[in-house]
């Protein structure tokens, strides 16, 4: 009878200790900015066996953990070991990239009647524009994290104010970020934002995925499908040229399982242009719920990995300025095209292009957005 009395006490004995003991999300230091604010580093485990790191500094993915068909675990990221690496070399490893991704004409664009400009930090083809928010984009930014959980599951969330006149865009921007592991071994990314003035917004990640493990060769065997029927065009500077055109009979047709080397050489003035894929595609979308954009599959490794998106466009970038003279977390360089990057946003240069989906934010407005990248093999 003592026993019997005493067991209630030690299950909530147990429960405690095991509470204490797993804690939803791991935090800890990954460094310091100049000013010595600290940088913390935040682990999400999943109930299948995803493990994710997420930075506060740039809201930035570190690490994507997942096995292979043998059961081997590898990390599918790019990026860096520690934080000095990321602040002084990142080319937006895993980043949040905003106020604006992508790139806007000349830097420069007109909304209600008042002329605005940016910071001109890219010029491809000669052909100054801004990308991905200017010189201090949401990507160097330190955000203000949170460890919950969303579903029972683990997740972090992190906020960023973006004053007006920050970069050159108006308003006073409110950004959350959300990072949640989800129970079919996924990872979605929630965005919000709110604003006091009217704004230009289009969030994405940045991050760069080579399923065969970061560090570990080229992508080119890789082999994608896309939910998409057409594309946008662009000229020598990358920028829209307005056209949505067919993918039908180029080699931006994956509407059908493709390499990405199989075409990535034609003699197209598209991949000329971009030198090699850097190009947005219009996604076939059939409402505004989360739905598959694209689907990713590495032979060798046997992993496969979905994107799910509200977005209306999908920035498919295969690595064409990586030389090898970065040098990643596994101590090896990052060679030509060792990773695709597919960012789930607006189309690009959509604030100078009407005829493109809206990226106008009002006040009384929210912005939300969600992708998941969804892991798996076979």
């Not at 992190?158 to 006073?172: A, V």
């Not at 979605?188 to 560090?215: C, K, Q």
């Not at 020598?236 to 075409?263: M, N, Q």
Request: with cysteine.
């Amino acid at each position: 009878m003592k026993f019997f009395r005493f067991v209630p006490f030690l299950v909530s004995f147990l429960i405690l200790t095991r509470l204490s003991a797993a804690s939803p999300v791991e935090k800890k230091p990954f460094g310091k900015l100049s000013d010595g604010r600290p940088v913390m580093l935040y682990t999400l485990t999943g109930p299948r066996g995803l493990v994710v790191e997420v930075m506060d500094y740039g809201a930035s993915l570190v690490r994507i953990l997942t096995p292979d068909r043998a059961g081997k675990i590898g990390d599918v990221t790019l990026g860096f070991s520690n934080f000095k690496d990321y602040a002084e070399k990142s080319p937006f490893f895993g980043s949040v990239v905003g106020r604006v991704a992508n790139r806007i004409a000349d830097a420069r664009f007109t909304l209600d009647g008042k002329a605005y400009k940016l910071a001109a930090n890219n010029s491809p083809g000669d052909m100054p524009c801004s990308l991905h928010g200017g010189n201090v984009g949401f990507d160097k930014v330190l955000w203000q994290a949170e460890p919950c959980e969303i579903g029972g599951l683990p997740a972090v969330r992190l906020r960023y104010l973006s004053k007006d006149g920050e970069e050159g865009y108006p308003g006073n921007l409110n950004v959350q970020v959300t990072y949640s592991m989800t129970a079919d071994n996924g990872l979605r990314i929630g965005y919000e934002a709110t604003t006091d003035a009217t704004t230009p917004v289009n969030l994405s990640n940045h991050a760069y995925f080579n399923l065969r493990g970061e560090g570990n060769g080229t992508i080119l065997d890789h082999e994608l499908t896309f939910s998409a029927s057409r594309y946008t065009p662009v000229n020598k500077g990358l920028i829209p040229t307005g056209e949505i055109a067919p993918v039908k009979g180029t080699p931006f047709d994956f509407t059908t399982s493709h390499r990405i080397g199989e075409r990535i050489n034609d003699a197209d003035e598209q991949l000329k242009f971009g030198g090699g894929y850097d190009h947005n595609f219009a996604l076939d979308r059939k409402g505004t719920a989360l739905e598959l954009a694209a689907t990713v599959y590495e032979p060798t490794s046997g992993r496969v990995m979905e994107l799910l998106t509200t977005e209306p466009g999908l920035q498919f970038y295969s690595g064409n300025f990586l030389d090898g003279a970065i040098v990643g977390k596994s101590g090896k360089p990052y060679v030509y095209r060792s990773a695709i990057v597919l960012e789930s946003q607006h189309y690009p240069d959509s604030i100078n292009q009407p005829k493109f989906p809206s990226t106008i934010l009002r006040p009384g407005e929210t912005y939300k957005s969600s992708t998941v990248f969804r892991f798996s093999t076979r």
